[in-house]
Structure formats: C-alpha cells, structure tokens
C-alpha cells in the first residue's frame, strides 16, 4: 500500500492501481466515456483528465491510464479541470448529438451551451468496440485506421473481416450507437431534458419505487392532473 | 583486400598517420557540396562535369574531387569550396568546371564572377571563412562537412575520427563515462531539452536485458533539416555517438529510425554502418574490449507523430505509431518492453565532441542552463537561407541580420518562427531575446528541433497560425478527443476568421480551446499544437482584431478579405496582365490604366505577380 494526497486528504491505495482507480475506490466521481472496467485503459476521451503535482508545475494527466506513485498530489476537481472538462463535453455533444450517454454527460456537468456547429458523427474514436472486440471476443476484428481527422474504425482494408463472428459486442459496448430519449427526431443539439424537470417522481407518489435516473415519464401523469383540477 | 579490424588505440593512430602522410593529402581539393538541398540544384552534374575535365586532362596528380554533404548555405548551392585555399565560389554551372579547374587550381587566381557577392552592399567576399554567413557561427558539428566524403570511413578518421570511441573504451567505466556527460550539461537536442546524462543515467539502472539505443531522425518540422544534413554529411559522427552512449547505458543493439522521405540520409548512413562495421567499430568485441553493438537502420514512412518517443517505439516495433501515457517511461519500459533510450541525430552527434573536448572545455560555451551550440535552419523570407550552427545565447537579431543578411527584397521584418508547427512566432520587439531553451519557453515558443521560419510584412499571422494548425490536424494521430477536436475546432473558427464572417467572442472561445486542447491531450504534439495560436494572439492580437472587427487583412494575405484594384497613376497600359487573367477581368486599350472588374476576379494575385510598375495595388 502507498500513500497518495487525494484532493487534499492523504490516502492508501494499492500499488499499481491507477489514479481513475484509486479515486473510484474513494468514492471520488470522476466522468469518463472510453473507460471500461473489463477493458484495458485507454485514455482518448480525456474526460477522466485530473491535476497532478504542486504549485506551478502542476499538470493534467488521464486518470484511467496513469498509474499512482507514493507522496502524488491530485485534485480532480481543480476549477481548471472542470472547465476543461466541461469544454471536451461540449466538442463531444457538438460531435455526436444523439447519443444519449453524450447528453447524460453534458446534464449532469452542467454543460447548457453548445458553441459549436453540430456535426452529427456516429463514431466519437472512443475504442471502446476495438478493445472489446479484441480482448474479450479475441476476435480482433476491427482497428483503427488512418490519423488525425480521418482517423476511423474498420476493418482491415474496409473488407468484410472473416474473423467476424458478428457477436455484436461492439454494438452493445458503444456510446454512440445508444439514441436520445427522444428517439431519431433530434430538435436540438442539446437535450438538457434531465436537468428541466422540476420534482421527482416519489414527491408526487405516495409509494412509488423509483429508482430511475429522472425520467420523465409520471411528470406527464402529473400535468393532467393539474390540468384537470383546472377544470 | 579486405580491411583488418582495428583492435586497439595505437592501431587507430598508425592508421590515421599513414593517412595523414599520404602523398594524396597535399594535392588541392575542390570539395562540392552535393546533399540533397545540393544534389537538387544540380551538383550532380557539376560533379561529372568536373569528373571529366579531369579524365580528359590527366588531372588526377593536381586535383581531387571531394563530393561532401551539405555545406550549408543552401541560398548560393551549388557551392563549391576550393582548398587549400579555402575559396569560396557559389551557385557554380557545370560549365563553369573547366574555367575553375584552370583558372583557380593551376593558376591560382579567382574567379570574380563566381565569388560570393553580399546582396545587401555588393562586398565580394571570395574566402569562405570571411563571408559574414559563415563568420559569426560556430561550427562544431557541421564544419566537418565540407572535408568529409560521407561515403569514406578514412576521411572521417583522418578528421580525427572514432578517437573519442577509442578513449572511452579504454579509459572509461560507463558510469564515469555518465558523470562527464552530466558534467558537459548537454540537452537534448530534439526539442524538450531534457538533460541527456540523466536521461542515460535512468536507462543504465532500468532493470531488462537487453537494452536498446535509438537514433530519432524522423525529423519532420516544414522547413527544418539540421537532421538530415547531419546524416548525410556525417553519419560516422552520429554512429560514433551511438556506439559510445551505448556503452555508457549497456545497451547492445541501436537503430537510427529515419524517415524514407531522405533517400540519401539512408543510403550514406547504411554505406556508413557497413564501413564502420569492416573497421571493427561496429559488431563483436569493439577495440578488443568484449563490447558488442549492433546498429540497425528502420525506415519510417514520414508521420511526423512518430517523431515523438513512444510513437516511435511503436513503429520501430511495426505498429501503428500513436503515442501513449508516460509512465512507464521508455527508459524503464521501450522496445519490445526493454529499457531504451532515444536521442536526436543532433544529440549523439555531440557526443563525440564532449569526450575529445572534454565536459568543462563544452560546458564553457552557451548559456547558465543551455550548453553547447545549436543548429538551425534559417528559412523563410530572408536572405541568406541555410543551416547555421550558433552557440547558445545568440540573440535573434544577431541571427536574422548577421548571419541571415535581412530580410529579402528590403521589407521588414515582422516575426519568426521557432520550432517548427509546435512552436511559437516572435515578433520583432523581442528580437534582443537570447535564444536557449528557457527563454524561448518565456516568450511562448519551444526550441524544437532547431526549424526557423522568418516572416516580413507581407506575412498575415492569422493565415500563418491557420496553416500550422492544419499541418498538426493532419500530422495528429487522433487518438485524443481534445487535440483531435480541439485543433479542427479551432480551425474553423480561424477559418472564419480569415472569411470574413468570424464574432468578436470567437477570440476567447479561440483561447478557451486552446489552453483546453494543451491541458488536456497526452503528448507533446497535442500539448504544443496551439503554441503558433497563442503565440500570435499574444503579440499580434491586433490583426486578428482587424480580421473581425473591420474585415481587412493588414498583409494583403488572406483571399476573402482583399480587393486588387489597378492604380491609374502608377500604369502604364502594357496590358502584360490582361492575358494572363484567368477570369478575363482586367479590361483596357494599350497605353490607357486598365481596370479589374471586381464581378469577375477571384483574386488569383496573378496581376499582381506580373506588373512590373507597382500598378496593381491590394485593398
């Protein structure tokens, strides 16, 4: 065990842990999107970005992939982190804006504004489907290919892979391809549904269950009631 | 007759003195500056020309060819040096052959018309070491060049070389060996600057067998090539290096991973190896000494990503080259999971200069923190284009106008830029500024690798920051969303920007992604890419102001923002741009102004180009 400073409070963790781990075990939230815990880090999305070191030599590092040291100094929520943060959110929802774990994000770190022109891509680079498909399915089906803005996933030479079992793990791992609440029809580029609703369900119900993230869906019940009392 | 390996010290040293006492070396030598920036302009055939001459006149008793790498004042290659005189003649015809053969080397007199002329006062300066280019640098590395046939291991030891190696063999342990490069306070050469006898110090104690040297020449800067120049005008310099930074780590096999985009860096560094190997310098039991080293040459395919150290590891090892997280540094965790240590081509070739110099007698030039001397190359709208070698501490302006001769065609000068696509742009304020790293890191650029860009007033900085960030957009690896994004977002707001159509708030929304993009990514290409942005926001913020706020480019640069119009007074009615007006837009008779018909023009600047009478001004 070595003793790290975690936002100021000196911790133990494991040896050979990373910071993403030691902060989870920690109980510190830390948002990330290409991290998965039966995957091997990967560090892309830079969501888990946290501050690292004292004074003025600190510097960001992706928590997911940086492992501890004894006598680290982190702060993951430095009012720089959380700015840079909420920006990465921001060129995310300006990317994808109908992926509904992309717009979960974005309500639940505040993000109300996108400055950007929406592009509508499917694929965000997150490599989540390339690990699964190459460490869990050891199928190594698909890759990255090509840099910079034209970077993207397929497979080798853009031909059908015959190592394919079409196991859909891919699928079922990607961020992108899950769809906002609203369904295909997107109106805007930002949904920011979660963060308009006024009560929760269990005030309005007496007995209720809920343990749905908000969800919208007895606030409907709720106006036609009002509507009918109205009456 | 094959070559007997050298075992010892005293065998280097009869072998360089009998080819020092060689009847041959007392024969004058034209030495013909033929890398590629030579062989481009032509050397080739002012080799044969001369090859010829010689053959058609029995000349071989009076005359030697010497066909070395780049000399480097590429502005006047070809360029040919005549020793032992030292005579310096520029941008030499291959007709020009048989005149200098028999004017100069049997006659001894010089040739006026082949003389270097300065441009800025017409002094002719016909001994190379007076020619002020040559005159304020200080040549450790590079002066080499010009009396060193790449393709030849004897001039290389006959210049002293392999020396260096002998001694650390013999006299050395490799943690002494260490200390004097401590000592030496030598940086790396490839950009960050990190203190190279650490960096060695950290790979000797890495625990892993065996460990693993690289030589980084996958140099990729635009319009940077100290590299290249090193490897193709003296490759048994950086080799010398490797063999000795081998032994300090223990490593027992190095690669020099060079980019395929330089042929002959390749092929004088393979012929290289193969000598040295024939001399014993290279494979089994070096010097009789039980040291084994092995070099190996990788060819990169050209992405300036791979530049970077883990990236590099990758693409030694056939894998995609995309960098990853440090730690593990590659020091404890490289090659194929060994220890390994990287340099520049500019680093080990310094090496050998240490152990011969000494580190107090190296530690004694540049400045408190940087040591030793730099190479540059100087390109851009100046003068005196070429590879300059200057010690630490020069000041830009001792660069720029000195050694450079100004700024071409008599225009101001307006910035430079340092370090290639990832570093920052100086302007002309700060032109006293003493280049070493730490000062170049206050003034918002980076050394880099040694790349120097001057720009005069007709430069617009707005399209300059716009043209890094597309070469870094594509050069990214694009694996992080922040510099991935992050740089395509900043480009189409500066793409608005130079259009016309961008918001005054667009600026800060500029600055956020930028500190955005250099926090959050993971490598150096991704932490620096915004450096030429905030560098130009910061001392030039006015012209992007003028960009947004009254829609002109202040240098005439950018298309969307200008209008060429004919000035009546100034022309003359040659009608010379009438015709070559792609868009038929310019109308007049002969001896009348014309006129452009700004309904038609999409601003080519072809007009502008031709007329000889400053007639066609921009707006």
Known sequence: ?231 | MTQKKIRSIWELKSLREKLVNDPSQKIPFISISSGTCGQVRGSISIIQAFRKYIKKNKLNEKVRLKITGCHGFCEVEPNVIIYPEGIFYQKVKPTDAPEIIEETILNKKIIERLVFTDPQNGKKFPYETDIPFFKKQERLLTLNNRFLDPCNIEDYILSGGYRALCKVLADYSPEELITEIKNSKLRGRGGAGFPTGFKWSFCRKAQGEPKYIICNADEGDPGAYMDRSLLEGNPHSVIEGMVIGAYAIGATEGFIYVRNEYPLAVENASIAIEQAKKYGFLGNDIFGCGFNFKIKIVRGAGAFVCGEETALIYSVEGKKGTPRQRPPFPAQKGLWGKPTNINNVETWANIPLIINNGDKWYSKIGTNKSKGTKIFSLVGKINNTGLIEVPMGITLREIIYDIGGGIRDGKRFKAVQTGGPSGGCIPEKMLDLQIDYESLLQAGSIMGSGGMIVMDEKTCMVDIAKYFLKFLQDESCGKCLSCREGIDRMIEIMTAITDGYAKEDDIELLMELAQMTKNASMCGLGQTSPNPLLSTLRYFKDEYIAHIRYKKCPAGVCKALIKYYIDPENCKGCTACVKPCPQNAITGEKQKPHKIDQTKCIKCGICYDICKFNGVKIE
């Open chain 1, 1 to 231: 065990m070595i003793t790290i400073r975690l936002n100021g409070v000196d911790v133990q963790v494991r040896e050979g842990s990373t910071i993403l781990e030691a902060c989870r075990l920690y109980g510190v939230p830390i948002p990330t999107l290409c991290y998965n815990e039966g995957l091997k880090p990967y560090g892309a999305c830079r969501l888990c970005i946290v501050e690292i070191g004292e004074g003025e030599n600190t510097r960001f590092v992706s928590s997911c992939t940086y492992p501890v040291d004894a006598g680290l100094i982190i702060k993951t929520h430095s009012k720089r982190v959380i700015q840079t943060r909420k920006l990465l959110i921001e060129l995310l929802v300006a990317l994808c804006p109908s992926s509904k774990t992309i717009q979960d994000l974005a309500s639940k770190h505040g993000v109300s504004k996108i400055r950007f022109k929406p592009k509508y891509v499917n694929c965000v680079l997150c490599g989540l489907c390339v690990r699964v498909c190459n460490e869990q399915m050891d199928a190594r089906a698909i890759g990255f290919s090509n840099r910079g803005k034209y970077r993207k996933v397929t497979t080798p030479f853009n031909i059908k892979s015959e190592v394919c079992r079409t196991c859909g793990g891919c699928i079922y791992i990607c961020p992108a391809c899950q769809l906002r609440c609203q369904g295909t029809e997107i109106q805007t580029t930002l949904c920011n549904a979660c963060l308009n609703i006024s009560y929760p369900c269990v005030d309005v119900k007496d007995k209720a269950l809920c343990y749905l993230d908000p969800c919208a869906s007895c606030l409907l019940e709720e106006k036609e009631r009002q509507k009918e009392k109205k009456k």
